[in-house]
């Protein structure tokens, strides 16, 4: 027999928290939750709603028990670039520039076939640490066809010297010139010239 009512005024087991008969509040959840009852009428309980299985993301396999399963990442072949080897000829040593003042003196620096960049970034083929340098102050080409090493000014600000005179726009080297780029002074030594001179094959005749 039932021994207690509701806020509604509902006669129910003492041992239910929830009334079944009163409609649910807006708050509550979907499923009620009861004690089971003592006596054998049980009075009637909702089911709970039916969830359906989560909907397979992109990319993702559905196995029959309903578990993601995140699908392996696809190998991709990526087509080697084959390097043409006779585009890039090297560069060998054709002379050196060594330096007489300031941080770079003592050291040596070599000098290629083709143009190498003189000044202050340090990307440069000969990098001068001193702040009346330009980024890009100067380049020293050699010409192998014509066994000539010259001397270019890049525009710099303070302009470049060889043997105290200013070059304008470049000038030949020959062997022993000193070269002046802000307060470093550079010694040119040239190892290919005229008769001395790298051949096709890389033979030093």
């Known amino acids: ?16 928290d929830l009334c079944p008969y009163c409609p649910a509040e807006s708050a509550e959840s979907d499923i009620a939750i009861v004690r089971p009852t003592r006596g054998p009428e049980a009075p009637p309980t909702r089911r709970p709603t039916a969830v359906p299985p989560p909907t397979p993301a992109p990319g993702r396999v559905e196995n029959p028990s309903h578990i993601v399963v995140q699908a392996p990442p696809m190998e991709r072949t990526m087509a080697a670039q084959k390097i043409d080897s006779a585009a890039a000829p090297k560069r060998y040593v054709v002379g050196w520039l060594v330096g007489l003042s300031g941080a770079a003196r003592g050291e040596s620096y070599p000098v290629r ?23 890009h102050h100067a380049d020293l080409v050699f010409r192998p066809e014509e066994r000539r090493f010259i001397l270019m000014d890049h ?11 200013e070059i304008e726009p470049r000038r030949d080297l020959a062997l022993n010139d000193i070269i002046r780029i802000g307060s470093h002074r550079f010694l040119f030594m040239p190892l290919c010239k005229e008769d001395f001179f790298w051949d096709e094959e890389g033979m030093l005749r």
Request: aromatic share 6%.
């Open 1 to 16: 027999m039932a021994d207690k009512r509701c806020e509604n005024g509902h006669f129910i087991d003492e041992s239910w």
């Open 113 to 135: 076939i083709g143009r190498n960049i003189l000044g202050r970034d340090r990307r440069s083929d000969v990098v001068i640490n001193d702040d009346q340098a330009s980024s």
């Open 155 to 165: 525009n710099s600000t303070n302009g470049t010297y060889v043997n105290d005179a």
